[in-house]
């Protein structure tokens, strides 16, 4: 079998204020990965939420149709999560036949709508995932909801699909000859303001939702990793690891920073402080230059600005700079696509 084919569904985005208008576009400047995180689950032994209050505990599904009201999952029994080797550190290994699943405080629920319908912020939803087995139709990876609220699930044969608010996605790519016990990224980007809902598979762009603009609706139910809390018994059964919630979207350079990383989140981001060398995540990115400079506002400090076509091979361009940056290379800003990132001094 190959990798599952994920859908997602999604809605939202995020204003850059003084930085840029467009997270995808020539006049951007570096924005740190952990802006926006709203939630982190690292699973390395706890289901703890890193940077919020998010906090999960492990439960058993025990409904047999659709739920409508969190009242329902009141009767849900608590379960000890298994923990095993993830892609960084540990991850949880969620026992799908047994119906396992994480749940996430109700009190915090809204935070999970992303601001949806009426002033929507955009969302990434980021997860690291190995299937054991797919023993349900819509298989569940991380969900707030069902019909216009978003999700990551696993839905028929090799489709792992996205649903952000617009309908569903899936990925492009056929991945049939690649092991289904590898562990794989996915992302998923809904982008309101302009206008798109994307999925990521290990960095890939997968689908373009280009023109489907995310029209997600908000709902009083809690976001759950493991199953959907507005369906039946879809329980994942397998692995996850390293997810974070974003209330905006993530570049394209972002995304595949974080599934292209030896590290953790956690260290990418620098969520446990600043340490000197490379910015945490704080990649500027070019898709359509269109002879456009790229700027950028750099935070206090001096760095080198260094550039890159493909995120591997990075070339100081700039040196002990400070405050706002602009390429003047007329090369760079006629190319269509190129990266840029800070590197402290």
Do not use: C
């Not at 709508?113 to 995932?129: I, K, L, N, Q, R």
């Not at 028929?156 to 000859?177: H, K, P, R, S, T």
């Not at 809904?190 to 999925?199: A, D, K, Y």
């Not at 598979?201 to 990793?225: C, H, Q, R, S, Y």
Request: proline letters at 6%.
């Amino acid at each position: 079998m190959g990798i599952p084919r994920f859908f997602g569904f999604v809605g939202g985005a995020f204003a850059f204020a003084s930085l840029a208008a467009s997270p995808i576009h020539a006049d951007n400047g570096f924005l740190p990965l952990a802006h926006g995180l709203v939630a982190y689950y690292s699973f390395d032994g706890n289901l703890s939420d890193g940077v919020g209050s998010n906090d999960g505990v492990g439960k058993i599904w025990k409904s047999d149709g659709k739920l409508s009201t969190p009242e329902q999952l009141a009767d849900h029994p608590l379960s000890d999560v298994a923990y095993t080797v993830g892609k960084y550190g540990q991850a949880v290994e969620l026992d799908g036949p047994a119906s396992q699943y994480i749940e996430t405080p109700l009190a915090n629920e809204d935070i999970f709508d992303f601001g949806a319908p009426d002033a929507p912020t955009g969302f990434t939803v980021s997860a690291w995932y190995r299937e054991n087995s797919f023993t349900k139709d819509r298989q569940t990876l991380i969900a707030k909801g069902d019909q216009n609220r978003w999700r990551i699930h696993h839905h028929i044969a090799d489709i792992l699909v996205g649903n952000g608010g617009g309908g569903e996605i899936g990925e492009l790519q056929d991945y049939n000859n690649e092991p289904r016990r590898h562990i794989h990224h996915i992302a998923l980007v809904s982008n309101p303001f302009l206008g798109h809902v994307r999925l990521y598979v290990d960095g890939f762009l997968t689908w373009d939702g280009e023109g489907e603009a995310p029209n997600l609706e908000n709902n009083p139910m809690p976001m759950l990793i493991g199953q959907n809390p507005e369906t039946g018994n879809r329980t994942w059964d397998g692995l996850i690891d390293d997810v974070a919630l974003w209330a905006r979207p993530l570049t394209e350079a972002e995304v595949r920073s974080i599934a292209k990383s030896e590290v953790s989140l956690a260290e990418l981001a620098d969520l446990g402080g600043p340490t000197p060398g490379v910015v945490p995540g704080m990649l500027g990115e070019v898709m359509k230059a269109d002879g456009g400079a790229f700027r950028a506002t750099l935070p206090a400090g001096t760095f080198d600005v260094e550039y890159s076509t493909d995120l591997v091979t990075w070339t100081v361009i700039a040196s002990a700079v400070s405050g706002t940056y602009e390429d003047t290379d007329a090369s760079r800003n006629a190319a269509s696509a190129g990266y840029y990132r800070a590197v402290a001094r």
